[in-house]
């Protein structure tokens, strides 16, 4: 059974840092990918990062480049998001998934067939 459980999330000063993190099960990481979602109250979801099926990427969206950083440890099959410089757009519910639609340097996007965690707030405010 696939799953997918995301933690760190919280409240934090525009400029300061969180990490997330997306615990996994049933599935391998490295066959099936996976990556970083948010979506923020009235808006559509968006691709934030990704690792692509067969060990490729990273990939960023660009409104994140070089501000988060992707990374996954295999030994525990945790994926995290360390989130830098975070700004109050950066506001929004965050969720991990797997199985997805497409993860390449033009598009981040879950697709019908995708796995989903239950997501993890973050908000940006003085």
């Known amino acids: 059974q696939v799953q997918l459980v995301e933690s760190g999330g919280g409240l934090v000063q525009p400029g300061g840092s969180l990490r997330l993190s997306c615990a996994t099960s049933?599935?391998?990481?490295?066959?099936?990918?996976i990556g970083w979602f948010r979506q923020a109250p009235g808006k559509e979801r968006e691709g934030v990062s990704c690792f692509s099926s067969g060990d490729g990427g990273p990939y960023y969206a660009g409104s994140v480049n070089g501000r988060f950083t992707i990374s996954r440890d295999s030994s525990t099959d945790t994926v995290y998001l360390q989130m830098n410089d975070l700004k109050p757009e950066d506001t929004a519910i965050y969720y991990c998934?797997?199985?997805?639609?497409?993860?390449?340097?033009?598009?981040?996007?879950?697709?019908?067939?995708?796995?989903w965690g239950q997501g993890t707030q973050v908000t940006v405010s003085s």
């Open positions: 049933g599935f391998s990481l490295n066959y099936y990918g």
């Open positions: 998934a797997t199985r997805l639609y497409r993860c390449s340097s033009r598009a981040i996007e879950g697709g019908t067939n995708s796995a």
